[in-house]
């Protein structure tokens, strides 16, 4: 994953509530998914390798965060296999084929958690952090996270 999307996902986690953070995850594991197609169609098979086994890792985290006292959590365990599976096809014939039905499932996850995220309240999961703003920065036209209160020491995950 490029550093900019590092950065763009990781300041979209600390403001997310639990419903965005299983968007995010499966955002992430597309991203990985692509850029790892990407550097089998550029010939870079270690890249390759790398950026699957990292998908494998949210794939799992999916997987640990399932809830079985819900009848769902059972549904989803089995998506997450298959998609793992497909993952592992594709490590193993070092070939980005098998990743397509894997990607098509994650869409569809991704989709219908995407509503279920617009209809959350929640709030963030992460207490006392910084406030993210993105504005255009002046001379090189990119943007630039800045935040409120910066001399705010106790920030992070609290429960």
């Known amino acids: 994953m490029k550093k900019e999307a590092i950065h763009a996902f990781t300041a979209r986690i600390t403001q997310a509530s639990r419903s965005e953070l299983t968007v995010i995850l499966y955002e992430m594991i597309l991203t990985e998914l692509a850029d790892a197609e990407e550097a089998f169609q550029q010939g870079e098979l270690p890249s390759f390798d790398r950026g699957l086994k990292q998908a494998q890792k949210y794939v799992s985290e999916l997987m640990a965060t399932l809830d079985y006292k819900y009848a769902i959590s059972y549904d989803l365990m089995s998506l997450y296999l298959y998609v793992n599976k497909r993952i592992i096809t594709a490590i193993m014939k070092r070939n980005p084929e098998p990743l397509d ?10 989709f219908g958690f995407e509503g279920v995220s617009k209809q959350d309240k929640s709030g963030p999961m ?11 920065t002046y001379g090189r036209g990119t943007l630039n996270e ?3 209160d910066p001399s705010t020491k106790s920030r992070g995950f609290i429960v």
């Open 101 to 110: 039905s894997a990607q098509s499932v994650l869409k569809k996850l991704l």
């Open 126 to 136: 992460m207490r006392n952090t910084q406030k993210l703003y993105a504005g255009l």
């Open 146 to 148: 800045t935040f409120l």
